[in-house]
Nanobody, 113 residues
Framework: VRVVESGGGLVQAGGSLRLSCTAS????????MGWYRQAPGKELELVAS???????SYADSVKGRFALSRDNANNTVYLQMNSLIPEDTAVYYC????????WGQGTQVTVSS
């Protein structure tokens, strides 16, 4: 199983980005898929996740600003990030769980003030 992220980049505060995570397997075969992030000097943090049944959860720090969606036909999960702030700067990783947990290579998101 492979998961591949895309969509990171540099954006000004208040801007938006959309991250994509494409899996090599049908996404509803995973128990959950999630986005994690790690800022320099900080621990890995769960940002948002979606279960196979479609239930979503978000970290308090991104509620109301980030939104998950999925395209089952293309085995892709999206993370729409709005109203970005410099504290959102991090490497964002997609992860999928099915028996084991699979990780992508990460994509850098940088928010300038």
């Amino acid at each position: 199983v492979r998961v591949v992220e895309s969509g990171g980049g540099l954006v000004q505060a208040g801007g938006s980005l959309r991250l994509s995570c494409t899996a090599s397997a049908r996404i509803f075969s995973f128990n959950d898929m999630g986005w994690y992030r790690q800022a320099p000097g900080k621990e890995l943090e769960l940002v948002a996740s979606i279960t196979a049944g479609g239930s979503t959860s978000y970290a308090d720090s991104v509620k109301g600003r980030f939104a998950l969606s999925r395209d089952n036909a293309n085995n892709t999960v999206y993370l729409q990030m709005n109203s970005l702030i410099p504290e959102d700067t991090a490497v964002y990783y997609c992860s999928a769980e099915k028996v084991g947990r699979y990780w992508g290579q990460g994509t850098q998101v940088t928010v300038s003030s």
